[in-house]
């Protein structure tokens, strides 16, 4: 049934993408989009999608969604979201997490997708900004070569310049409370990205941006640490009982830190086996991945 229900997915996922392809709108900078396939009648939310060409010569070009806050757009926060991997398109988010519509999950029959509004949106009461970051993620490409290769150091520098460009072609929202906000292994970028553009406030680099701080989620903060406190966390939000966390497979967590990989292999089996098992009952996750409840909001 796991294997089924993955399969689902990528099927699903893998389509939306070829759908978005074929539809011109999607590929021209700063294009309204109106209408999406799987969605019956015009969308009940502003959506603008396109690309805005960065470095030295615009040879990278970062394809973007944004979508306008259902509430007041003149006020409400504007939110700068970039979504893990790294190298996951956002669309990831906007589809599965987040966004303002959502796709039902079903066995994939060769038909269009169907999509429903998402009650719990963020874009209820916030303006965001979804870009395919770094270079190669999703629709964004490199005109060169060279372009094609990017760290996070070099990620933020485009970030940056991509902010700055769609402000000044969006100028409505310079005065918005401004936030950088991701999940997972955007724990490592966004940070990095928020300390970009405070220093290039401090410099007086214009458009100044009204930058108030950023949020993550289920975020990655270092490699080592978060990996070897997951059995901790799982077992102090309840996701494995008191029984289990103090019999002989809590050993896992030991060979992990002591590199007592034989051991290790043989004990994770009988644990992830238990947490497939029990915990996606819950809508939760399991330990192999990100410890994520997906409940409503």
């Known amino acids: 049934m796991k294997y089924s229900k993955m399969k689902c997915s990528l099927h699903v996922v893998l389509l939306i993408f070829v759908i978005f392809e074929i539809y011109p709108f999607f590929v021209l900078a700063g294009s309204p989009v109106k209408y999406l396939p799987g969605f019956e009648g015009p969308l009940p939310f502003q959506l603008e999608t396109g690309y805005i060409g960065v470095g030295e010569a615009n040879e990278v070009q970062l394809f973007y969604y944004f979508i306008k806050s259902q509430s007041n757009s003149k006020i409400d926060p504007l939110i700068y979201w970039f979504t893990g991997g790294p190298g996951c398109s956002p669309l990831s988010a906007i589809l599965f997490e987040l966004g303002p519509i959502t796709m039902d999950i079903r066995a994939y029959n060769g038909s269009l997708p169907t999509l429903s509004l998402n009650p719990y949106a963020y874009t209820k009461v916030a303006n965001m900004i979804f870009v ?38 969006h100028q409505v929202y310079l005065n918005n409370p401004f936030y950088v ?100 009952e819950e809508g939760i996750r399991p330990l192999s991945g990100n410890l994520r409840n997906v409940l409503p909001c």
């Open 132 to 169: 395919d970051l770094p270079v190669g993620s999703g629709y964004s490409y490199a005109t060169t070569q060279k372009a094609n290769y990017s760290d996070d150091l070099q990620s933020a520098d485009h970030a940056y310049e991509f902010l700055r460009k769609w402000l000044i072609e």
């Open 181 to 280: 906000a991701g999940d997972s292994y955007s724990g490592i970028t966004v940070p990095i990205v928020t300390q970009v553009i405070s220093n290039g406030i401090d410099m007086g680099i214009k458009p100044r941006i009204n930058l108030k701080g950023y949020i993550l989620g289920n975020p990655v903060t270092s490699t080592g640490p978060d990996y070897k406190y997951k059995v901790p966390f799982a077992h102090a939000m309840g996701l494995i009982p008191d029984e289990l966390y103090k019999s002989p497979l809590v050993n896992l967590y030991h060979m992990i830190q002591e590199d007592r990989w034989q051991g290790m292999f043989k004990s994770s089996k009988i644990l992830l086996h238990f947490l497939e098992l029990n915990v996606e």
